[in-house]
């Protein structure tokens, strides 16, 4: 199996270990697999007796051909080991009627990139070898809060890899800063600088961008890598559990072989949805997919109009993992429907006008299989109460946006269809428990401060505190330093001294 750019007519190929260790293609596009394997009846019926390791090594076996199946297995093994959960690693719940929640958050940040986050690092320092790069890896991340924990907890301790964070010193929450801070680790670092969070991402690109930095770095050893969302390596290991969805849900008898589901994702960058999106194209029984997003709408818009315009206002939601103008993922998916030289014009246009608008063949065959919906905030507050009020459903404030789309969705649909409908549910409600909180008491009352707020929430809903947000009062702090943007260089490089 190779790869190629989005935007490259010629079809320049690349192995797996390459694409993840180069993260983006030369020419600014992203990389897809050249062809897409396919899943047969009989692979999904047998995966439903398998753990979710074996699951997941088999189905990444399909794209990293590079790896064999014992390094997959091996490495999936360790990646999702916290799965002592009933359900494994991407537990199905089922909510009412034909509705599920499938939580991705079971993992050590309470997040749902754990799930590509704790596997992608181990695939990387695989690829060093298999590229014959002698040096070590350097990771560099800009984060608003929940990637940057993520990515530490993945890649702590990890072989030929260090890792290093930035983060707005007054621009996470109290919760998310504490995480960062207190990460354990011999190959990490974290550090607040003073700014906002586009001072921390412009600081980073600058440092990937100057060949002086690279060539410092390469002197001591290290070579630039990246843990963004849109390398191919944090994208493969989420087709995973849409799979291993069905699988559940056939295990369950709540389908039987060759029937459909729908899929809705609460969608930010468009990874997420895009992974699903490549289960169906596998074969995955998926009928329709739903796009949910917050009151940044960008995507629904698109959905609508086939014009993606990112000249708007930007709003500051409770769902803060989806507020983001620019969708990089759905790039892949024009390219799949429009061509690479098409999808090259778009995002040219994307670049200079802040806008496109795909030709009327590729926004007709987006829709037959995608549609979007949005939820602003006083829906998703509703929701979120709604949900434990009826159902006894604790859902987080991203995951209650996928649930109001979800039922704007199923009233679109003719009366009696009970096609399952799985929501991905992307958090922990603790990870915004102020916000949670306060939803349930319909804003009468409000959390003392944001970490008692996870003790208020577990004491009214009677509901437990996850084992990555207990006792984090309690940890040891060891990342206090705050530095001015034009000093990260220098961080950088005291940070890869020889040990
Ligand atoms: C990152 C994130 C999302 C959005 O996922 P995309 O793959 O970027 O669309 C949704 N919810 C939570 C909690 C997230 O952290």
Known sequence: ML???????SHKKYTSAQVIKMGLAPDGGLFLPETIPTLTAEEI?????????????KVLGKFLTDYTYEELLSDCREAYKEASFPGGAAPLVHVHDALYTLELWHGPTAAFKDMALQIMPRLLSRALVKTGET???????ATSGDTGKAALEGYRDVDRVRIM????????????????????????????????????????????????????LDSRGFVLSSANSINWGRLAPQIVYYVSAYCDLLSTGAIRQGEAMDVCVPTGNFGN???????????LPIRHLVCASNQNN???????????????????????????LISSNLERLLCLAAGEERTAG???????????????DVLR??????????????????????????????????????????????????????????????ASPYKFAADVFTALTDGTELPHDPLSALDQLAERTGTEIPYPLRDLRGRQVRFTEVISPKDMPEKVLSFCEKA
Not at 50 to 57: C, H, L, N, Q, T
Not at 166 to 195: E, W
Not at 273 to 283: D, E, T
Not at 347 to 355: D, H, P, Q, V, Y
């Open 346 to 360: 778009y995002m040219e246009s994307l670049k200079n006008t802040g806008a496109y608008t795909v030709d009327d």
């Open 298 to 324: 960008v995507l629904t818009d698109f959905l609508a109009t086939g014009t993606y315009n990112r000249n708007r206002a930007f709003h500051l939601t409770m769902s803060p993992s989806m507020d983001i």
């Open 135 to 141: 040096r070590e890896a350097l990771i560099l991340v």
């Open 273 to 283: 949805i895009f992974a699903a999106y490549i289960a169906r194209l596998m074969g």
């Open 3 to 9: 790869y190629q750019s989005t935007r490259d007519p």
């Open 45 to 57: 019926r047998t995966l439903c007796g398998d753990s979710y390791p074996v699951r997941a090594a």
């Open 165 to 216: 964070v930035f983060y707005p010193v007054d621009g996470v929450s109290r919760v998310q800063k504490l995480q960062m801070t207190t990460q354990t680790g011999s190959n990490v670092q974290v550090c607040a600088i003073h700014g906002n969070f586009d001072d921390a991402q412009t600081g980073v690109k600058k440092i990937f961008s100057d060949p002086e930095m690279a060539a410092k």
């Open 365 to 426: 065959d987006i829709r037959r299989i995608f549609s979007g919906y949005f939820a602003g905030e006083n829906l998703t507050a509703a929701t979120i109460n709604e949900y434990f009020e009826s159902y006894g459903y604790l859902a987080d404030t991203h995951t209650a946006v996928g649930l109001a789309c979800a039922g704007q969705y199923r009233e679109s649909l003719p009366a009696g269809d009970n096609t399952p409908l799985v929501v991905a549910s992307t």
